[in-house]
Each structure stands twice: as structure tokens, then as C-alpha cells.
């Protein structure tokens, strides 16, 4: 079969406005439907379609608790600190050389069954955050009453393709969205860094569009002493720049799924100067023309 026989149309604006479904699932369950397309998926897609392709759908991924586990505790005892103690456990230490430490570890083991395994420094610098988090007025007056930890499923309302979202909070009184994130310095100088390293702007703008909700602020927290806590909002020039950057990323994709064509970093470049210019229908016969060699500034 030709993968490159079918051109890519366009298929317009869905008629109607797409749905907005909202449910009380679970950080796993939300990562398992693979089917969506996040704004995580998007970046990755941005370095390369072929990248995303094999993070997507090859790649054997195991998903390491731990990895998530001082991030997944600051945001719950933040934002659902009813549940936390619930969830979440301080693990001992165990001397594993010893027979005494091996036995309390499988103790331990069948304890902390079903929770997220917290080490004792880890314990601490959380509850600490969350000490100075509840005393600031603007991040409580944004989390008062709010809707959290909710996943949204809507459809792109341009390509027809399914996204997915999980807001860390909205306002049932407001227009806007309060995403926590946890950092080592909470500075201007240094946030910002991290807007542009993570790509913070497509996330916000991607969020305030399929949300519909008008504003998006950061909270950011410092994990080191003496955990300083800021509130940021990104210039409508960031925003519109990461609007720009997903609406790309989402009709590239729905390319790459029609042709079935998932190009590597240099023809991906092409590919994006095609879609810059309007001319799509072009890319192949152009690809077979050029030698992909990316120039850097």
C-alpha cells in the first residue's frame, strides 16, 4: 500500500460545538486513553512526529509510581488534602542488608498496599509547601470552591481529532484555570525560564481553549526553604504564541494520522515550512526534491 497516496484535506469546523465531558477519574485512568490527544502529546509531536509515534503507540512504557509521587503528593494535599492522608504514606528506613530491615521492609510493603510511598524528606518538604500555600490569599481565593482535579474530553473542533485535559483547578465563580506547579526557585527570572524550557504558553493557551475559560494562572512553588509561593499570568503575546504552537501541532497531526506518515527532525522541518506556506499538498513532491538539511541560527 502507498502511505503516501491519500493528500491531506482539511476537513473544516465541526458543524456543531463539540462536547464537553467532565469526570472524577483517576491520574492513571486519565493517562490510559490513549486514544486522546493531550497538550503533553502535542509537545512531544512537536519535536518530532516519529518521537511521538514511538512514544505513542511503541514504546513499552511502565509507569514508575515514584516517579510521580512527590508531584501527584504536593498537588493532593494542596488541592485535596482530605484525601492525602488516605493515599499517601512515610516510608521507614529499612537496612536491607539485615534481616530484621528485610522483614519490617515486607511488612512495611503490605501496610502502604495501594498508596504512594512518600520518603520522610519528601513528607516533609510537602507539608511545608502546604503550610505556606493555604496562607496565601490570592491561591486560596482561586482554589475556594473550586472544581479540581477534574479530566475534560472534548473533540477539536477544526481537525475532529480527541483531546483530553486535566485542569489542577477551576473556578465555578471565575473564567479561569489555577494550575500548581512545583519548582526549585519561584523567581520571575527563573519561572520564566521554565515557561519557556516546558513550553508553558502552549499548555495555558491549549488549556483556555478547549476549558473555555479566559484566564490561566500559575502558582509556583518553591521546593527549597523558605518555600516561596508566586502567582503568574503569561502576556496575551505568550498565550497567542502557544496558540499558535498547539493549533500547528494539532493539524500536523491529523496529517500525519490521514497520510499515515510520521516524519523524523530534518523532514519534519519541511514539513512545518509546508504548512507555514499553505501548500501541504506539496510536501511529498518537495521532500523527494530537497536533501533535509536543517540550518540552525
Not at 491561591?139 to 473533540?155: A, D, H, M, Q, V
Request: contains cysteine; charged residues 30%.
Amino acid at each position: 500500500m502507498d502511505i503516501y497516496a491519500n493528500k491531506y484535506k482539511f476537513s473544516g469546523a465541526v458543524s456543531n460545538p463539540p462536547t464537553i465531558e467532565y469526570f472524577k477519574d483517576t491520574f492513571f485512568e486519565y493517562l490510559g486513553k490513549k486514544d486522546y490527544i493531550s497538550a503533553s502529546d502535542i509537545k512531544t509531536f512537536l519535536k518530532s512526529p516519529r518521537l511521538y509515534y514511538y512514544d505513542k503507540f511503541e514504546k513499552e512504557h511502565k509507569v514508575e509510581q515514584r516517579y510521580f509521587s512527590v508531584g501527584s503528593g504536593l498537588h493532593e494535599i494542596i488541592l485535596e488534602p482530605e484525601l492525602f492522608n488516605e493515599n499517601y504514606i512515610i516510608s521507614p528506613k529499612f537496612d536491607l542488608r539485615t534481616k530484621a530491615g528485610k522483614e519490617g521492609a515486607a511488612e512495611f510493603a503490605k501496610t502502604a498496599e495501594g498508596k504512594v510511598i512518600l520518603m520522610e524528606d519528601e513528607m516533609d518538604m510537602i507539608r511545608k509547601i502546604a503550610e505556606v500555600a493555604i496562607k496565601n490569599e490570592v491561591l486560596t481565593e482561586l482554589l475556594n470552591g473550586s472544581y479540581r482535579e477534574l479530566s475534560i474530553y472534548t473533540t477539536d473542533p477544526i481537525t475532529g481529532l480527541k483531546v483530553r485535559l486535566r485542569p489542577d483547578s477551576f473556578c465555578t465563580d471565575k473564567s479561569t484555570i489555577t494550575d500548581i506547579k512545583s519548582c526549585m526557585d519561584s523567581s520571575p527570572r527563573k519561572f520564566k525560564k521554565d515557561v519557556y524550557t516546558y513550553e508553558y504558553s502552549l499548555s495555558a493557551a491549549y488549556y483556555m481553549d478547549f476549558a473555555k475559560k479566559e484566564n490561566y494562572v500559575f502558582a509556583a512553588c518553591a521546593k527549597t526553604a523558605p518555600y516561596e509561593i508566586a502567582i503568574y499570568v503569561l502576556s496575551d503575546e505568550m498565550i497567542e504564541y502557544g496558540r499558535k504552537q498547539y493549533r500547528m501541532g494539532l493539524d500536523l497531526l491529523k496529517w500525519c494520522f490521514d497520510n499515515n506518515h510520521w516524519p523524523s527532525y530534518n523532514e519534519f522541518e519541511l514539513l512545518k515550512e509546508s504548512y507555514e506556506l499553505g501548500n501541504l499538498d506539496d510536501f511529498f513532491e518537495n521532500k523527494d526534491k530537497s536533501r533535509l538539511i536543517t540550518i540552525l541560527g
